[in-house]
């Protein structure tokens, strides 16, 4: 399941990280955990997991307890697999603090890339919920997915407009609702949906123009159908849109 991108989740960190320096009298092992946590979110970030794992276990052991850098290594071996190991992190970091929005956001993913849909969606729920978090149309949309992978249109539809109610320009929940609309043959929701898209993106995107073709295709407009396959087959030759026509 998708996610916010990690230079956001970094953002998002910082005031986390920046709560734990302010005694000076004790900064040694604070400043030691901020130090690796950040590394090694960018190691991970990177790919190079064997030098985030050095970073992140020099973090723990400086900060076992801290929120910040538990929710780091649960993402860490989430992407090494160890998916117990990963779960037990993020329960630490929600236990050091329960009001975290990004670590109910990763767990809920993680939960439902688990196949533990109801579970995800309540921590979806929980980090929406928090008036503090900048970004709830992430959470809010990651629960559409899940629901989605659950085999729930009607719940995820919801979830997706709840998104954009916080964020009417919010691509993904747009995207999400026009191929929606579309596989349940509302084609005039899924252009409106997508024309909303297409003014909010800043660039063709080989998906967009490939539902603009079988939407149009399928209300007989024709020539804008043929219109968009002409770009998304110049532009995006190799892709499976592209090649998915006929």
Not at 42 to 56: P, V
Request: proline letters at 4%; aromatic letters at 8%; glycine letters at 4%.
């Amino acid at each position: 399941m998708k996610r916010a991108p990690l230079v956001i989740l970094l953002l998002l960190l910082a005031p986390m990280l920046a709560s734990c320096v302010g005694n000076r009298a004790k900064v040694d092992k604070p400043r030691v955990a901020e130090l690796n946590t950040r590394l090694g979110l960018e190691y991970l970030g990177q790919g190079r997991l064997d030098l985030a794992r050095i970073k992140l276990a020099r973090a723990l052991e400086a900060e076992p307890r801290s929120a910040s850098v538990n929710w780091a290594n649960a993402l860490l071996y989430e992407k090494l697999g160890e998916t117990e190991k990963a779960e037990s992190f993020f329960r630490k970091a929600l236990r050091a603090d329960p009001d975290s929005s990004e670590a109910h956001n990763n767990f809920g993913a993680f939960l439902c890339e688990q196949e533990r849909f109801k579970e995800g969606v309540k921590h979806f729920e929980k980090a929406a919920a928090n008036p503090l978090y900048p970004t709830p149309e992430y959470a809010l949309a990651n629960a559409g997915l899940c629901l989605l992978d659950a085999g729930d249109e009607a719940r995820a539809e919801a979830f997706f407009r709840k998104a954009l109610e916080r964020n009417p320009n919010y691509a993904r929940a747009l995207y999400q609702m026009a191929l929606l609309t579309y596989n349940q043959k509302r084609y005039l929701s899924s252009r409106a949906y997508r024309e909303r898209l297409e003014a909010v993106l800043k660039k063709k995107d080989p998906r967009v123009l490939w539902l603009c073709v079988v939407t149009e295709r399928a209300m007989s407009n024709y020539d804008d159908a043929d219109r968009c396959e002409k770009v998304l087959k110049t532009t995006f030759p190799d892709t499976k849109e592209a090649s998915s026509l006929y």
